[in-house]
């Protein structure tokens, strides 16, 4: 399956704490993407980054992505009980016409 | 600001029925997507299409038909709904270029099927 999958299910931490979140994927990849979505909501984009890119970062956000390892993560610095929702990655594989999300993992920021 | 509308929120129609989920963005974006998600399963592609009258089967087309006759709206038909079509299902859309671009979501349509 060439479906990227996170790295953790789920996550609890307190506010004001870096919330880590891992995506792995299969094969090679024209870029990665990263959502969120908050409870019974669709997805949001959150950033982009290119395979010819290793680190982007947008506010509190920062990604990095190692095509060595086919593996991206997603920081959120600071977190807040706002950015309690679930995160997403979704690759854009070579050769291929779908973007291709993950199972997700859930992120409770405790305040 | 950019938007992406589905009819319904919350769907709750009977087996063997035909069931129509509708979707109508206003960013002129020629691609569209329907989606459903379930639980540890992620977004699952049902259909997509690219242009007005085209579309292509996604991972799991089985039990739908789409319909894309104006480039605004693109629907999603269930042409005999079966209980194991209840989900969410999620409808985006994206420009079209060289490269997959973000995607943009309605809100979802939670449907029951009873």
């Known amino acids: 399956s060439q479906q990227g999958e996170e790295d953790p299910q789920a996550l609890s931490i307190q506010e004001g704490e870096n919330a880590t979140m891992n995506c792995s994927y299969k094969t090679s990849i024209n870029n990665l993407q990263w959502y969120r979505q908050n409870s019974g909501r669709g997805l949001v984009h959150l950033i982009l980054i290119r395979s010819n890119e290793r680190e982007k970062h947008s506010g509190r956000l920062r990604v990095t992505l190692d095509t060595s390892k086919k593996s991206s993560s997603l920081l959120i610095t600071a977190s807040r009980a706002a950015d309690t929702a679930s995160y997403f990655c979704a690759t854009d594989h070579t050769g291929g016409f779908k973007t291709i999300f993950g199972a997700g993992t859930r992120l409770f920021v405790k305040a | 600001d950019v938007k992406v509308t589905q009819s319904s929120r919350y769907l709750v129609k009977r087996t063997g029925e035909k069931v129509f989920l509708e979707c109508v963005q206003d960013?002129?974006?020629?691609?569209m997507f329907w989606y459903r998600q379930d639980p540890g399963l992620g977004l699952r592609l049902i259909y997509f299409s690219y242009d007005v009258k085209m579309k292509e089967k996604g991972d799991i087309p089985e039990g739908y038909s789409v319909s894309r006759e104006k480039k605004e709206r693109f629907s999603l038909i269930l042409e005999s709904a079966s209980t194991n079509q209840t989900s969410m299902y999620l409808c985006?859309?994206?420009?079209?270029?060289?490269?997959?671009?973000?995607?943009?979501f309605g809100d979802g349509t939670r449907l029951s099927i009873l």
């Open positions: 960013m002129d974006h020629e691609n």
């Open positions: 985006a859309s994206s420009k079209r270029t060289a490269f997959n671009q973000p995607q943009h």
